[in-house]
Nanobody
Framework: QVQLVESGGGLVQAGGSLRLSCVASGLTFSSYATAWFRQAPGKEREFLGAISWSGDSTYYADSVKGRFTISRDNAKNTMYLHMNSLKPDDTAVYSC?????????????WGQGTQVTVSP
């Protein structure tokens, strides 16, 4: 079956950096666009950004533009989220998703999420 597994979360101080990974299995990863989301306690899930199946195109939410970068390595079935200049407001569960047609309101597949906590 299809699995998306995130890793790399943890506790980091404000101003620090983290790199999250999302490893896919059970699907032809290079055929799917992929995206990152996050959800903080008591808040709605927030779309952070997405990358095309080829990796040639990316776009980001204004809240993370310039601080977060999405990349992917199709040979490793892996997408990354590079996060810099982290703030306490970035504390959330971060999840990845994959969709054949970049339909991010209801993507085909979701990961289970990884916790990121940013201390002041």
């Amino acid at each position: 079956q299809v699995q998306l597994v995130e890793s790399g979360g943890g506790l980091v101080q404000a101003g620090g950096s983290l790199r999250l990974s999302c490893v896919a299995s059970g699907l032809t990863f290079s055929s799917y666009a992929t995206a990152w989301f996050r959800q903080a306690p008591g808040k709605e899930r927030e779309f952070l950004g997405a990358i095309s199946w080829s990796g040639d195109s990316t776009y980001y939410a204004d809240s993370v533009k310039g601080r977060f970068t999405i990349s992917r390595d199709n040979a490793k079935n892996t997408m990354y989220l590079h996060m810099n200049s982290l703030k306490p407001d970035d504390t959330a569960v971060y999840s990845c998703a994959a969709d054949y047609r970049s339909r991010w309101l209801k993507p085909d597949y979701w990961g289970q999420g990884t916790q990121v906590t940013v201390s002041p």
